[in-house]
């Protein structure tokens, strides 16, 4: 419902003669990323594995869309055409994205592609119009969320694995790398028999018959790869073009493998770490299972801080609290009670020597209770092993408004001498509820400046009795934050470079 | 039940009551507002900022003003998160002498437009929904009498000698404004804003009941109670034996004083329920304070901050401000439930070390590097401690004296940067065991508003890293329009930037006065007009440098508000248009971007600020996402403009830059030369540490995987340039010995010849050293044929056709 206008509100008031009620509307609440912590994990994982996302798990929709690029120019030129608007090849790109999911949902309806929501009403209708209102409406909302190209699905990653490159004359245009063109004509090769087919062959509106998407199924599914393809795959993601940082996380992932985590993507993810497990990398990758054993500690820290946030939501439920009362709350609960100091409180924790990958796990599994009772001796845990682990200095893309992990180590070494609930009280204080209101305050002006949406961001404020919830605020469940492992290990499982057998050799 | 209550003497009006909600907010959201001021008691910033200060935005209003009691402003303390107070808000800390600043009204003005809310809600959660509140909104149209009251209310808090603050003069401005409104509007006399420092509200109340005949029913809701004694005071002035007081079923807000209900009251209590209230109040706590006067010939109705106690109603102690409705119809009044007196609430335990953290409050403002301010508290008068509070810890500052009215004056070089960056800063003073705590307002800022107009909003942003694809759209339109912000002289502040000038309209008289001469011209204040704004700019050019996170949306992160950790895309259309609305911004600001820098280095020379556009061309990169291709193009070019016109301060900068050019070029040792004859020119000293090349970390997201820095360095450092050769073999040849680790000139051609110019005249006489740009030789006047300049032009030696070697030498 539109805001009503100052001449309605004034109208309104003029009315009334009495004072008015206040109204306990206020803005919708939402936002998953309350401490702002998130930006850095991800900025870790492009030490390790840079150029994928958590979505882009197969090669053949990195095919589809790089050969329906250069197949596109093709029926440009083939007509005379020397200059074209790239929005014609986009709609010709964007209806090849589209028969290939169709038709891989006619077979499958849980296949791992996106945009199955958008596309159920079309797995029972018998045509797919390429034309009209309705389709330029759908190119517009799958380009931005659903569409394969889209930046949350394949499209980074196409560029950054090098299938595609933008055409340097800023058109927006894209065209095949040369490490690609072998993978594409294998999947032409397959695709001979239809090509002649409007959909295939030129530019323009027009319909596809549902018969027709489920004939072209098979040829380019997701499991018929051809051996060029798997080939252009290990190439571009781990061989001689790929990005060096990738190229060694991939290395160091196979290793892991083959000595002895096998295809447990949480054994691998563990190993690839280093002690405590019994892996020990080759020295040449030393520096990468550095990097992974950094990425893992901060996603421990993320998932702890947040974690402990949504801890003290629950226990603001009934009414506010002031920062002394979590703090006594956390310590009845955690453990170490009658520690004197941080350090103490910390080192009782035993968490300083353990995997943080176990301690992620440990977490997750203290969530599953109703009570989440095992939740602080977790969180106290993970704290202490996270600030055993923390480097020296940030890395230069840690920016101190993501709360890096050598900044909150520095602050809590000033505490250590400290009684350990004056260290509760500044991670209450700094770490959760000031991490917090600076992000819901800064993304939710950052909206109004750019006129976007209305989004109450912040869950819990301080008010007369202490810390208390904002309205309609309630505690989600924190997750970890994928780390991309599960792409690359399918990626690399399809591109042939884990064979069953014998992990780490190129099949 | 009380059995004092008997039913006959209930009121039965269902036509009353039926008010409506209202939204304060869909106030503020309304309106552009030119100037906005808040009063309040209780304050929580993350509220303000989340909520108000959005809607505020979201309009582009200009920065409020918060008038708060040194209770709200102590709280407020221990909120880390809210960062924006002194720079996109200013907070004033009001202390009442004998009584606490109470009022909650919020006032705001349009160019030609005023509205108040007044009412019993704090600018908190609570008091904008959460709790039961009531508010009243205004508007001259049908309140005219109001707004004269407000103006004078505000001029009281300007001048009561018992009120301190230093909010004087924007409370004067906003006096005038509200005043002009009222004046210009309707003025029946039926709506009032009385407040605390006229008189006793309960005395003014009983004024107005008095005129309409006396008062026979009085009926109070308030949270908040002293034993009965604010009670029996109004119903003595309205001259009642009993009233009516509501008993909330839903219970009222915990405070920290008073009780719940009136419990030993020297008049009769009749406990009630309000039927309407009880209706609205949809399980919400009361907080609402109301007195319905029910009056021979009319009634009068309160409602607004004072609670139904002595420190409310009565006089000389705190600030309150109540609307007043004035009925002079027959009135029948509220219709009421016979009800029991609430129970005693639980009292909320004060928390031990929260209340070993009270201490005492000041204030504080930064102009320049010259801090001032004043402890509003009690405080030793001497010398004290000033130290930066933040969430890192403290850092001290100076030493200071306090003098006996509280104010004090420090100097601190460092901590304007830290104010243009880091948000809100926070003071505390010591003194032995007493210690003060407040906030520092940035006075610069002003300048900065000033100067960018809407644009400084979207400055800030970036200075904070709080930036959009919106706000780099609108920066780098602001650049397109105002390059001269990227040359040397507008960066010293004599630009005519948005200045808010107001562009053909000038002042005539000001025109005609004489100007005075440059020698008799009065020392200015410390700090120098303009100074602000230009360490403004270059607190903005350090920012864009500092690398952060792209726009361009990475496992989802970019959308996280909306989406699960999954990142599978289900935005909803809101979410798309925006996205979409993102997308425009970036392509926008790409292609405004190519127009400022196309406009900037299509005329490379020494006011051209190159620094400043290496900035903004990294934060592109960075940022918004150039492509490979035009990041090598930009790259280059501010490279040789560096290495053009060097500048020394620019030399760690333009260093790196020459450093990652030189990295994302394919062949290894011309590369190498090419940086080491750069870095030569800038001035960088080959014997010490190899350039920071982080400094360029923007352009080197975008620059695909280049090699290891350490390697560059090792090869830049042990070869060795053309130009240093040529210099070497000079220098020999005037010495008369072979020159030492020459390969380029020991591989050329001519080696032979300069070897024998060593010590032998006829020979030495055949070589000859041109100028850098030399196009003929030394010998003739000819023009050097074509082949000779374009050896001279890569190998810096070539023979002429008459003979002689030419060597070429830099300037």
New interface residues.
Partial sequence: MA????DV??G???M????????????RP????PLGL??IN??L?DQVFPGV???ARHIRPFVVVAWAWRRAAQIAARGGVVEIRVEELRDFVDRIEVLFVWSQFLVDRTVAL?GS?VLAPYLTSQLFPFSGPVWARQK??RR???GLS????YG?ALRSLGWLE?V?D?SGAMRVTQASTAAIDALEARLAPFLDHPAFSILGEMEVRREDALAWADAWGLTTLTAVERQTMATLLAGSVA???RAAGVSLALAAMSEGAGDDVTLVRRSMCGPPSDFQPPEALEGVSAAWRRTQVRQLFRLALEVLFAWALRRLEDRPL????L?ARMLDTSGGEDAETTTTWLAGAAGAGQAATDLIAEIETALTSSDWSDVPSAVRRALALCLSEAPQAPE??E?L?RLPLA?AA??AE?LRSRPP?EFL?HVF??WL??????????????????????????R???????W?L??NARASRP????D?LATILSLAREAGLITHRVPGQLG | MDAEVALEDVHADAGEGELGEFSPLEVVRAGAWSRTVFTTYALSLGFFEAVVLEALTRQKSTSPLILADLDGVRSTLAEHGARRVGRDYDLEPVQVAGGVFHPKVCALEALDDAHLIVGSGNLTFGGWGANLECMDHLHPSFAGDAFVDAADFFRAIATDPRLTHEAAGRLDASASGLERAGAAGRRDGKIRLVNSLAGGVANQIAALARELGGAQRITAASPFWDGGAGLAGLCEEVGLDHAYVHAHPDGVVEGRFGANWPRNPSIGVRPVTIVWLCEAASKRRLHAKLFEIICARGRVLVSGSANATTAGLGSGRNVEACVVRVSREPHIGWALQPSAPLPPAIAMPLDVEESESIQGVLRAELAGDQVAGRVLTDFPVGGATAWLVGGEGRRELAETVVAPDGRFAFGSETLEMEAWTAGRLILRLECGDCSAEGFIAFSDLQEVRRRAGPLAAKLLAVLGRTDTPADAAAMMAWFHEHPEHLTQSGRAGGGWGGEGRTDGVTNVVALLAPARNASTYAPGPSVPVGAGWKRFMDAIFAALSTPRAPFEPRDGSDFDDDMGDEGIARLDARARAEAARRSAAIARTLSLFDAVFNKMMARPGPDLHVAGVFALTQYVCDRVGLDEGRTRACLEALVEAFVQDPDPSDLQVASAAVMLAALVEPAEVPAARRARRRLLALGWPMSGLAPDIDLAAGFRRRLRSPPDAIGLWRKVTSVTTPQEEVKAYRTALEAGRLPANVPLLEASEVWDDLVGAIGTDPARRKIRFLPRNGRTCPCQSNLLPSSVLYELKHSWVAKAPCGHVLLCEEA
């Fill in positions: 805001a009503p206008g100052l509100l004034i309104q008031a003029a009334r003669a009495e004072p008015a009620v206040t109204s306990a509307s206020l803005p939402g936002g998953v990323d998130r930006q991800f900025d994982m996302n958590n979505i996106p929501d517009e909302t931005l969320s659903t889209a930046p949350i699905n980074p933008e340097p800023a990005d060096p940082k002031p920062t002394g009362r703090v230069g893309f920016r408004e900044v520095r602050q000033g609930s009280r204080e700094v509820f000031g991490q917090h209101t600076f992000w819901s305050v800064g993304r939710g002006l950052s909206d109004a400046r750019a006129a976007g949406r209305t989004l109450l961001r912040l819990v404020v301080l008010e007369e009795g202490g208390a904002a309205p997750n970890p934050t994928p991309r």
